[in-house]
Structure formats: C-alpha cells, structure tokens
C-alpha cells in the first residue's frame, strides 16, 4: 500500500474495521516502550504514512483511530512497533 525510506503500511491479515491498515518502520523497535526521543522523526514518519493512508481510503473527513498496543493485556501479538490505522465505521467509545 505505502513503501517509503523508512516505512511501510500494508492491509491488517484480520481487520477490525473496513479499514485497517498497519504502519511499519524499516528500523526494528520490539514496542513503544522501546521508543526513545531519537526516534522523533520517525514517529512522525509513521503518523505522516497513517495521515495518507486515512486520505487513500477516504476516512480522512470522517474520522479514524490510530493505535499502539503495548503488551499482552493491550493486544499486542506481533512484537515490531507498529501503528494500527482503523476507520471506516463508527468506532465507538476507545474504553467502553
């Protein structure tokens, strides 16, 4: 869907929304707690990559949800820093 120098998004293999979209830096990070200030620029690549996607899939007017899962009790299954990209419907409330 998106390569640039320093990431890349792809489709979710199980999505949770009709769109779904996973944000990947080249640059491997096991988690956001393994995020530190030199990882600035790239923290703003990956929301710059999620902004475009959000205007690819036409869920930039409407809304969506950008997301971290940090850990087993958030979720978190695949331990390379990624962020979720989620839209396309009515997502509710983030902590019902």
Known sequence: MLDRETVFAFRDIAPAA???VLVVPKEHIPDARDVRPAHGALLAEMIDAAN???RL??????GYRLIFNVG???GQTVFHVHLHVVGGKNLGPVCP
């Open 18 to 20: 009709p769109t779904h």
């Open 52 to 54: 475009e996607v959000a």
């Open 72 to 74: 087993p009790d958030a």
């Open 57 to 62: 899939e036409g869920i930039d007017g409407s």
